[in-house]
């Protein structure tokens, strides 16, 4: 699995404006909102602030509308057992689920079992891993991550099996099944898939 750097991201909260409540979806059940634009649901810590406003500036490029739950002035000011009420309803009301996969994300507890309603809502075609860190290095001590699709840069010059080349850009890796078979989708063309 290969990992986006904070700086890489960071490039595209550079040339876009600061998100907040007023221009990210709230994904309630009676709110009205284009259909035929997916919603990804962003599993992520929350004092990680610059990273989301990178990761939603990121992803809002790609054409997607996004949540998150500290955007959302229904969801309780302290988190409890409605907290976790609603971010199931969420999860559910969502096309697609994502972890932005940084090392202190990993090691929330709250992350963790969103990404297990995730795993069970929308496994495993619309679930996947973001995964980030400051200089490239790998993750340890979460080997069941592995399991799941992961988004990646690519830089024009890994080959298919069949010798062609990987075009630049992001994509949705899946891990090998039982055959040893692996897939990939430009990260554009997934996000749309539901």
Not at 47 to 64: T, Y
Not at 66 to 84: H, I, K
Not at 129 to 152: M, V
Request: contains cysteine.
């Amino acid at each position: 699995m290969s990992y986006i750097s904070e700086y890489q991201l960071s490039n595209y909260r550079n040339r876009t404006k600061t998100f907040s409540a007023d221009n990210v979806i709230n994904l309630s059940k009676s709110s009205f909102r284009d259909t035929t634009c997916p919603m990804i649901f962003l599993s992520h810590k929350h004092d990680e602030f610059s990273i989301m406003q990178d990761v939603i500036a990121f992803l809002k490029n790609e054409g997607v509308d996004v949540y998150v739950d500290w955007m959302d002035s229904s969801m309780p000011a302290y988190t409890n057992a409605e907290t976790a009420h609603k971010l199931k309803e969420k999860i559910k009301a969502s096309d697609k689920f994502i972890l932005v996969a940084t090392q202190n994300a990993i090691n929330s507890k709250w992350c963790n079992w969103e990404l297990g309603l995730g795993d069970a809502e929308k496994y495993i075609n619309n679930i996947a891993l973001f995964p980030i860190n400051k200089s490239n290095q790998s993750f340890y001590g979460a080997e069941y991550l592995k399991i799941y699709p992961w988004i990646e840069y690519q830089d024009g010059s890994t080959q298919y099996i069949g010798g062609s080349y990987i075009p630049k850009g992001y994509y949705v890796f899946y891990p090998a099944d039982e055959n040893g078979s692996s897939r990939l989708f430009p990260l554009k063309q997934w996000l749309k898939i539901k």
